[in-house]
């Protein structure tokens, strides 16, 4: 086997892929390695692959050759509590064209792709091989080391892309050597069977149009949410919680998710479906504040591994920012070889090319969006807040009614107070 | 979803080898636990009784709450499976 190569990624996730693709695609000799059987076996996320504006630009066909589910014509967010729910919706024919704003996808499937279209254009792709310990000779990367087996595979730059716990970013000391359980979450999904038609007409869609819902209130009490997205003839429900308030809570994951597809609302949306797979990871949700070093001699740092995740409370992005941070690193790479130069001089340059991209102008925009996140009232208050409003509004029982505003008033007094729910807005309005 | 039921929904090739050893004395002597709660695949059990606690990798999902959560760093081993083993999915 070939071992020495101009650059090793690693990790075949999206961060690793779109970074592969782009070095291959320049005529580097890179190596992409991969801890799964294939890649893809290991990943796993909640199922909204955001537009990939980056990914477009080497295939402007990308929908219709990637492997997609659905893609998302109709989003909503639903306020619920044991015993009610409120939603809001969001339709157009804008999201119903392409370019496409977002789909769902199977990981299995989506990363293979990615990588295959890296092997395509050039890179090998090296399966079923754990990264063991990263090389370094005179303070230099000089390559990596694969559980079990011998020898190390060697070259002049590296690209950490291994993903939110990024042991490969630890051991060039990029990253602290503990997380902080305020800063991650912990997303666990059921994947449901139901035939197409019954999707299609259980959610309002047609064609190959998918529909995104995310829920607020459904996580007994601990900071987090839940979703449900629709693929093509299966459904993804599940929940995300931050892992410091499910500590707390003790109660464990699945017993929530059972809560949650047990809410009455929400169970007739599973009715007939059966589940076919359990699946969990973790989240970097700490934003801006958590970002590691993203370069230093010989390496950087891509996707979840430098916690390019923003969750907004709006949309949770992540593997858009982790392709485009993969590409951003491979064009840093692809001029480190023509300078023969892979110091932090001049590897610093992704940073500043990572600056001056959406992804760090969105993550610093919602710096505050954690802060926001952190507010417990959220979870419950607020969505039996609005549940008893709505209830309010539309029961009829022979009693007079209260004004609108007045019920608003008296509402927020008695369920969250009125100093409470001013602090909350100034806190979502500096956060959004 | 019964947690009990995993081996039914998700696949797993096992490896002989755990990919993650606990230092048990560091975790007889934490308060926290949040391991047990935590763990989306149940792989942690406290014994009350005998004041142990015990990890069994083969449901593990690889997915690193039980990494976050420790803050005792109770871990003489936390890797992930060697190449080809551990958690298979499908379609997730």
């Not at chain 1, 990596?144 to 730059?157: D, L, N």
């Not at chain 1, 299966?234 to 949650?260: M, Q």
């Not at chain 2, 560091?26 to 142990?52: F, H, I, L, M």
Request: overall charge neutral; aromatic content about 10%.
């Amino acid at each position: 086997m070939k071992r020495e190569f101009q650059a090793i990624v690693v990790g075949a996730g999206p961060a690793g892929s779109s970074a592969a693709l782009t070095m291959a695609r320049a005529g580097l000799d890179v190596a992409l390695i991969e801890r799964g059987t294939f890649p893809g076996e290991k990943n796993m996320f909640g199922g909204l692959l955001h537009r990939m504006t980056s990914i477009e630009e080497v295939f402007p066909d990308f929908w219709s050759r990637a492997p997609l589910e659905r893609h998302i014509a109709k989003k909503g967010t639903t306020f619920m509590t044991g015993e009610a729910s409120f939603n809001v919706q969001h339709e157009t024919v804008n999201f119903d064209r392409t370019p496409y704003n977002g789909y769902t996808v199977f990981r299995p499937r989506f990363d293979r792709w990615l990588a295959e279209e890296a092997v395509s254009a050039g890179a090998t792709l090296l399966n079923r091989s754990t990264v063991e310990d990263v090389v370094i000779r005179n303070g230099k990367i000089a390559g990596v080391t694969i559980a079990g087996r011998k020898g190390e595979i060697s070259a002049p730059v590296i690209v950490a892309a291994d993903g939110v716990l990024s042991f490969t970013a630890k051991k060039a000391g990029l990253r602290k050597p503990q997380f902080s359980p305020d800063q991650m979450a912990v997303g666990v999904k059921a994947l449901f069977d139901m035939p197409k038609e019954v999707i299609d007409d259980r959610f309002g869609l047609v064609r190959n149009q998918g529909f995104a819902n995310e829920y607020v209130g459904c996580t007994g009490g601990v900071r987090g949410g839940g979703f449900l997205y629709t693929n093509y003839d299966t459904i993804s429900v599940g929940i995300v919680v931050h892992i410091s308030s499910l500590r707390d809570s003790g109660k464990t994951p699945y017993d929530l998710l059972n809560d949650f597809l047990a809410q009455p609302q929400f169970t007739k949306l599973l009715r007939g479906g059966r589940l076919q797979e359990y699946s969990a990871h973790v989240i970097p949700e700490g934003g801006y504040a958590m970002i590691p070093e993203l370069y230093g001699d010989g390496i950087l740092v891509a996707g979840d591994a430098a916690a390019l995740c923003n969750a907004t409370g709006v949309n949770l992005e992540g593997i858009n920012l982790a392709s485009h941070s993969g590409i951003l690193a491979a064009r840093t790479i692809i001029d480190a070889h023509e300078r023969k130069d892979f110091s932090r001089s001049t590897l610093k340059r992704y940073k500043e090319r990572l600056d001056l991209s959406w992804v760090m102008q969105d993550l610093k925009g919602f710096k505050n969006a954690p802060k926001m996140l952190h507010i417990e009232r959220i979870y419950n208050e607020y969505p039996e807040l609005v549940c008893s409003m709505m209830e309010h509004i539309y029961r009829i029982d022979g009693t007079p009614k209260t004004s609108i505003p007045k019920l608003m008033l008296r509402e927020a007094r008695e369920k969250v107070g009125l100093k409470n729910v001013l602090s909350d807005l100034f806190t979502a309005w500096r956060a959004l | 979803m019964n947690i009990d039921e995993i081996f039914d929904y998700t696949s797993f090739t096992i490896d002989r080898e755990p990919h993650i050893v606990l230092d048990k004395d560091v975790c007889a002597g934490c308060d926290q636990r949040g391991c047990v709660n935590c763990c989306p695949a149940r792989c942690y059990t406290w014994s009350e009784a005998e004041g142990k606690m015990t990890f069994v990798h083969d449901g593990c999902l690889e997915c690193g709450t039980c990494y976050v959560v420790c803050q005792r760093n109770a871990f003489s081993r936390w890797n992930y499976p060697r190449g080809g083993y551990g958690v298979a999915y499908r379609m997730t």
